[in-house]
């Protein structure tokens, strides 16, 4: 037999077996896209360019100010879509996006959910002045070391700076603690990676954490709220 017609009837057979395997692929690939996983924050290994200017939050800025006297009556998880918070940026910036929304809106990542802040708050409070706000007054600026271990799942070395200054000092005696509580609750949750709001966003939190099955979630227009006691178990959010 001679080898040239060896070749053709070798290639008759390898042909389709290669574009069956393709096709397997293809289906795969379509497969997992449709498949809801868990959230799209970056791995702590994901590295950063260096941060930019400078991150600290000015007490004198707060239009909010300080609340000394309320109490710490229990805790609330408050998670971004990012995708709203990004849409949000570019229209009003452009592409001279701010300090603050560049790590999380400009460099080419895509992320879902992430830690807007964890947020001691009292049972007594009515308004957000009500809760307890500035505890230490204003803090120095943490360590950058310490804020690019924690950018995976808050992408703004701004937000993680002013939410220990506002929140986690009246809980927290170092930003290392609060950073890592707030990381450590973020992670036991399995989020969306596609746009849910209201009921349909609550359902599918609940079918996907036992531990949010039979709790009362709260939700602001692109915002998820997560309570906690002070033994950090699930807890009804108090209703507005």
Same mark, same amino acid.
């Given at each position: 037999?001679?080898?040239?017609?060896?070749?053709?009837?070798?290639?008759?057979?390898?042909?389709?077996?290669?574009?069956?395997?393709?096709?397997?692929?293809?289906?795969?690939?379509?497969?997992?896209?449709?498949?809801?996983?868990?959230?799209?924050?970056?791995?702590?290994?994901?590295?950063?360019?260096?941060?930019?200017?400078?991150?600290?939050?000015?007490?004198?800025?707060?239009?909010?100010?300080?609340?000394?006297?309320? +109490? $710490?009556?229990?805790?609330?998880? !408050?998670? @971004?879509? &990012? /995708?709203?918070?990004?849409?949000?940026?570019? =229209? #009003?910036? %452009?592409?001279?996006?701010?300090?603050?929304?560049?790590?999380?809106?400009?460099?080419?990542?895509?992320?879902?959910?992430?830690?807007?802040?964890?947020?001691?708050?009292?049972?007594?409070?009515?308004?957000?002045?009500?809760?307890?706000?500035?505890?230490?007054?204003?803090?120095?600026?943490?360590?950058? +070391? $310490?804020?690019?271990?924690?950018? !995976?799942? @808050?992408? &703004? /070395?701004?937000?993680?700076?002013?939410?220990? =200054? #506002?929140? %986690?000092?009246?809980?927290?005696?170092?930003?290392?603690?609060?950073?890592?509580?707030?990381?450590?609750?973020?992670?036991?949750?399995?989020?969306?990676?596609?746009?849910?709001?209201?009921?349909?966003?609550?359902?599918?939190?609940?079918?996907?954490?036992?531990?949010?099955?039979?709790?009362?979630?709260?939700?602001?227009?692109?915002?998820?709220?997560?309570?906690?006691?002070?033994?950090?178990?699930?807890?009804?959010?108090?209703?507005?």
């Amino acid at each position: 037999m001679q080898p040239k017609f060896l070749l053709l009837k070798s290639l008759f057979y390898i042909i389709p077996l290669a574009l069956t395997v393709s096709g397997c692929f293809d289906k795969t690939a379509e497969k997992l896209q449709e498949t809801p996983q868990k959230s799209t924050a970056l791995s702590t290994q994901e590295s950063f360019p260096p941060i930019k200017n400078n991150y600290d939050f000015a007490m004198k800025d707060d239009k909010i100010g300080q609340n000394l006297k309320a +109490n $710490v009556d229990y805790y609330m998880l !408050a998670l @971004s879509w &990012s /995708p709203s918070f990004c849409r949000t940026q570019y =229209e #009003k910036y %452009g592409n001279n996006l701010p300090d603050s929304a560049e790590y999380q809106c400009g460099i080419k990542k895509k992320y879902g959910w992430v830690i807007h802040g964890l947020w001691p708050q009292s049972a007594t409070a009515r308004t957000v002045a009500g809760h307890p706000r500035l505890c230490k007054g204003d803090l120095p600026q943490v360590e950058e +070391n $310490v804020v690019r271990q924690y950018m !995976a799942e @808050s992408p &703004s /070395p701004n937000l993680l700076q002013a939410e220990w =200054e #506002k929140h %986690g000092a009246c809980a927290f005696d170092r930003a290392e603690q609060y950073f890592a509580k707030q990381q450590a609750l973020y992670r036991t949750l399995t989020l969306p990676t596609v746009e849910m709001k209201g009921k349909e966003l609550f359902s599918w939190l609940r079918k996907n954490n036992p531990q949010l099955r039979h709790a009362y979630l709260g939700a602001s227009r692109d915002e998820l709220y997560i309570c906690y006691d002070l033994n950090w178990q699930v807890i009804n959010c108090p209703k507005q």
